[in-house]
């Protein structure tokens, strides 16, 4: 176990490459959390958050559910960068990265679940723009180590697709399935891609996280302790430390495993330091 706050949702672990520390969120208790060296700390929005991409040292770029924002660590304070379905109230930001080229993926979905509401949307330079439309659960948004590719699910499809990318960053050509996971029992949720191109995914409901092939075969997996495991990010020394939200949403009785943020001190292999955001 990395840290013992119990998230309802937790989500969007983000380790920044300049001040090695690691953020992330619960979605449904509207924080952002982290951990220094003088302990636990969380910043309280008056909305649903995510997700996020570092600016620079002293600031990230935080998803909300009405608006991508400008957050200054030391302070707390946050200003708007841009609207993100501010007239979709029904709506709620989830998962979301930065790409190789300074843009930023962020995913929609609705806050009840159950229909293809949500989208995926790509900020780059000022610009929000609409990627991919009819989104029930957007999760796996990953950059390969090429930079001229992304993944990404819809997460009751059951399938991750691959997506080509210009040289600005923009999605080139159609999206082909890397990873099917029907008849698998597993869901993919968050994900990143590691120094050897393979992707890593969370799998709600399953407790693990999953590495595949760039070739899309399963390779192994890591069992954590949280039953709805949410996403992965690497950090630490050499970015080799593994660690993974969970939640406790739709659990009916959840111990005291469960929403826990966990760590795996050593997965085998680096992952690749998370990409800067221009904004």
Not at 165 to 172: I, K
Not at 193 to 211: K, P
Not at 214 to 232: K, M, N, Y
Not at 245 to 271: C, F, H, K, M, W
């Amino acid at each position: 176990m990395y840290d013992d706050r119990a998230c309802e949702l937790g989500e969007g672990p983000l380790w920044h490459p300049l001040r090695n520390q690691l953020f992330w969120f619960d979605i449904i208790g509207s924080r952002l959390l982290t951990r220094t060296s003088e302990g636990p700390r969380e910043w309280q929005f008056d909305e649903h958050v995510s997700a996020a991409g570092w600016i620079d040292d002293g600031r990230l770029l935080v998803a909300t559910e009405t608006a991508l924002r400008r957050f200054d660590i030391a302070t707390g304070d946050h200003e708007p960068v841009c609207a993100l379905e501010a007239d979709l109230p029904e709506n709620r930001s989830n998962d979301g990265r930065a790409d190789p080229m300074g843009g930023f993926w962020i995913g929609t979905m609705a806050k009840a679940g159950g229909g293809p509401k949500g989208a995926i949307y790509r900020y780059y330079r000022g610009v929000l723009e609409k990627l991919y439309g009819g989104i029930t659960t957007s999760n796996a948004i990953c950059f390969g180590t090429d930079g001229r590719t992304a993944y990404y699910t819809d997460t009751p499809t059951l399938k991750v697709m691959r997506q080509p990318l210009d040289a600005e960053g923009w999605p080139e050509g159609v999206p082909e399935v890397f990873l099917d996971l029907a008849g698998t029992g597993h869901k993919a949720d968050g994900a990143v891609i590691d120094s050897e191109d393979h992707l890593w995914t969370a799998q709600w409901g399953s407790g693990r996280v999953a590495r595949y092939t760039p070739a899309g075969a399963f390779d192994r997996a890591i069992e954590v302790p949280g039953l709805h495991s949410s996403c992965p990010a690497f950090g630490g020394a050499e970015l080799r430390t593994l660690y993974c939200t969970s939640a406790r949403q739709s659990i009916e009785a959840p111990d005291a495993a469960q929403g826990l943020t966990y760590v795996i001190a050593d997965a085998g292999v680096s992952g690749q330091a998370e990409h800067q955001v221009l904004a």
